[in-house]
């Protein structure tokens, strides 16, 4: 069964420094991998997914990149802000899931101004 | 733009009770999910269904049944509701294409005393 970990569990930083956010997963038979970022008592909003073909994903000051081959992926959030505060989850999809996303257990960021 | 919705954010019911939660997506999407989510144990899929009428069982739909009877609606049912159900309960949908991305509603916050 996939195994999906994110470590550091909670992290903090200062306002300005640049976020890097791990995920590692078992089974390098993946079809995708989906970040979400989930803030207190919301659902989740995706921000970015990676096919399995892909190295990395950009948007704004967001880049994801992927090694399927060392079953990990890096969610780098450049110039930090206080708005960054949130959960951040990843998401593994396998081949042959069906389309079920198997979910790490997410690290809590604290930008402080 | 995307949009998935759910009928409460906050319920409160009693042990014994039948609850309903309601979950809408106007994309016309194939696949819905149905998760929960608890502290220390993340997102944990109870059910899903990959068309109307079709469900599968998640990692663990025991308490739950589900029902689909149009495409955009998906419906989960606690036949008599425990405290252990206490819970937030997520539902997403996702189109079946090459990415399969998933979309998330705000969530229901369950109560069961």
């Known amino acids: 069964k996939q195994e999906v970990t994110q470590i550091p569990a909670a992290l903090s930083v200062p306002e300005g420094e640049n976020l890097v956010l791990n995920c590692s997963f078992t089974?390098?038979?993946?079809?995708?991998l989906q970040w979400f970022r989930q803030d207190p008592g919301k659902g989740l909003t995706s921000l970015l997914l990676?096919?399995?073909?892909?190295r990395e994903q950009t948007s704004g000051r967001l880049n994801a990149s992927l090694d399927k081959s060392s079953g990990r992926s890096t969610l780098y959030i450049a110039a930090s802000q206080p708005g960054d505060s949130a959960t951040y989850l990843c998401?593994?999809?396998?081949?042959?899931?069906?389309?079920?996303?198997?979910f790490g257990a997410g690290t809590q960021v604290v930008v402080t101004p | 733009d995307v949009k998935v919705t759910q009928s409460s954010r906050y319920l409160v019911k009693r042990t014994g009770e039948k609850v309903f939660l309601e979950c809408v997506q106007d994309?016309?999407?194939?696949?819905m999910f149905w998760y929960r989510q608890d502290p220390g144990l993340g997102l944990r899929l109870i059910y899903f269904?990959?068309?109307?009428?079709?469900?599968e069982k998640g990692d663990i739909p025991e308490g739950y049944s589900v029902s689909r009877e149009k495409k955009e609606r998906f419906s989960l049912i606690l036949e008599s509701a425990s405290t252990n159900q206490t819970s937030m309960y997520l539902c997403?949908?996702?189109?079946?294409?090459?990415?399969?991305?998933?979309?998330f509603g705000p969530g229901t916050r369950l109560t069961v005393t």
């Open positions: 997403a949908s996702s189109v079946r294409d090459i990415t399969y991305e998933q979309y």
């Open positions: 089974d390098s038979a993946i079809y995708n």
């Open positions: 990676i096919q399995s073909s892909q």
């Open positions: 998401a593994v999809m396998t081949t042959d899931s069906w389309g079920k996303l198997q």
């Open positions: 994309m016309d999407h194939e696949n």
């Open positions: 269904s990959y068309d109307v009428k079709m469900k």
